[in-house]
Nanobody
Framework: QVQLVESGGGLVQAGGSLRLSCAAS????????MGWYRQAPGEQRELVAG???????NYADSVKGRFTISRDNAKNTVYLRMNSLKPEDTAVYYC???????????????WGQGTQVTVSS
């Protein structure tokens, strides 16, 4: 059974920093794109940042220059470094990964349980 386990959320003042981590565990064949999404109260879930297996990154315009995504393929882990945090970054952050459970299967979407990030003004 494949699981994504997140850590690193919390409460921080505006201008502060946090780092989120997400590790994939279980038995699986391969991981393609890994990324982070967020959902604020009353809002739709939105893509924050994504990174391919070869390290190609993409970011939402609202976080460019402030957030950095990275991954360690040997540890099946993706990170999100968040700097210069703003109150509008407050949301539940979800890890996402495209994982192939078995060699004969296609890549499937997996989600973490979510971690709360709260930025106070």
């Amino acid at each position: 059974q494949v699981q994504l386990v997140e850590s690193g959320g919390g409460l921080v003042q505006a201008g502060g920093s946090l780092r989120l981590s997400c590790a994939a565990s279980g038995i699986f064949r391969d991981i393609n794109v890994m990324g982070w999404y967020r959902q604020a109260p009353g809002e739709q879930r939105e893509l924050v940042a994504g990174i391919t297996h070869t390290g190609v990154e993409n970011y939402a315009d609202s976080v460019k220059g402030r957030f950095t995504i990275s991954r360690d393929n040997a540890k099946n882990t993706v990170y999100l470094r968040m700097n210069s945090l703003k109150p509008e970054d407050t949301a539940v952050y979800y890890c996402n990964a495209q994982i192939k459970p078995r060699i004969w299967m296609t890549f499937q979407d997996y989600w973490g349980q979510g971690t709360q990030v709260t930025v106070s003004s």
